[in-house]
């Protein structure tokens, strides 16, 4: 592609659905527009169906998006798909944007795909992947996802390790390997007292946090036991968990509840609001990623964004973000002992000067992810 004044559209969720796809959208379509570019948005009718969604609720209140034309697509009707697909081709867009996170939408959007290059063969379709699979993928979900890998003309990836893993899949697709850029739509930080009295979070000692939804691959159970090892040894430090769960909480809670010290964990087991987020950032002295797998991570960019300290695992792609980062600590996944002395050298670590941390943070912005996508 050249980088030139083009007409984009992007099929995914975007506001009202609540998340970090639907903010990623919103903020990526806001980059290409100031960049130069025309951008239309193609929203979800429907994402999931009820039944099947883990959480309480799809949406969230707040502004809708700026960018979205129409509601074009419902995942479980077939019919919607190709209806998109025309709504799409009527724009005559240079560029079609397809995102991908879970395998549960990828017959929608991979017959979209399909429908756009059949009915518009000059558009470029590009697929945006935050993932290779679902997270857990089953073999099923691995097939599917195939199909979607196989209607693109290219991808972009916001890690090497998941370009690594489509061209297994399709060695001649042409792949750009971005980045997931750093959030700018967060409400400044707070002082720390004041986020934690409205948190009703103890004002000392240090305080770790975990943050985002809880899956069994973002290895919250390795925290947990990880923190019991700190207050074993005597360390003063408490931990907050905020997030829904979208998994058994009582073998979470059983770890906490076997600890020396319950009373240092402290929970908030709900959805987290875009409105609320820059508090628990506030409160938190260390945010953990003891992920035991990932690709990249959108707390990761909120926590570089506020400029927060961070340990997280070798896993996917978060190396990429903190092999060289001044306030990032990486250990091995799985692995309490590693993860332990992790947190411990990373709160009594120096503070590190805003300006290294701006410096290191300039490389993932949007600009720069907005021009490497586009210029590929």
Partial sequence: ????????????????????????????????????????????????????????????????????RTEAVDSIN???WYRCAHLV???????????????????ALATVARQVKTLHPSSNVVGLFHNANSHDAKPWEKFITQRLVQRIDAAWTLSEDVGNQLKAQREELHITTAFHPLY??????????KAREQLHLPAAPKLVLFFGLIRP????????????????????????????????????????DGSPAPERFHTHLKFIPKEDVHVFFS????????????????????AMHYHKPVVATDVGGLKEYFDGNPIGHICAPRNVHALT????????????????????????????FAQQCLSA
């Avoid at 240079?94 to 017959?107: E, G, K, N, Y």
């Avoid at 700018?184 to 007292?193: A, M, T, V, Y």
Wanted: charged share 20%; net charge negative; with cysteine.
């Fill in 217 to 256: 691959y973002k290895g919250l159970e390795w925290l947990l036991n990880a923190a019991t090892e700190l207050l074993n040894d005597g360390e003063e430090v408490c931990f907050c968990i905020a997030g829904e769960p979208y998994t058994d909480w009582e073998p979470y809670q059983r770890i906490i």
């Fill in 78 to 80: 077939p019919i919607s």
């Fill in 184 to 193: 700018q739509h967060f409400e400044p930080l707070i002082s720390r007292d």
């Fill in 1 to 68: 592609m050249v980088f030139c004044h083009m007409k984009i559209a992007i099929v995914s969720v975007f506001p009202p659905y609540r998340g970090g796809i639907a903010q990623f959208n919103e903020a990526m379509a806001k980059a290409f527009t100031t960049a130069g570019h025309e951008c239309i948005g193609f929203n979800f009718s429907r994402q999931y169906p009820n039944l099947l969604f883990p959480g309480t609720d799809q949406y969230e209140e707040g502004k809708p998006s700026q960018f979205v």
């Fill in 283 to 302: 409160a938190a002295d260390l945010v953990c990623l003891p992920y035991a797998s990932a690709s990249q991570s959108g707390v990761t960019a909120i």
């Fill in 89 to 107: 081709v009527e724009e005559r867009p240079d560029v079609v944007i397809i995102p991908f996170w879970t395998a549960f939408l990828a017959p």
């Fill in 341 to 368: 002395e992790a947190i411990r050298s990373a709160l009594s670590a120096e503070p590190v000067e805003a300006a290294s941390i701006a410096t290191w943070n300039a490389r993932f912005s949007w600009a720069a």
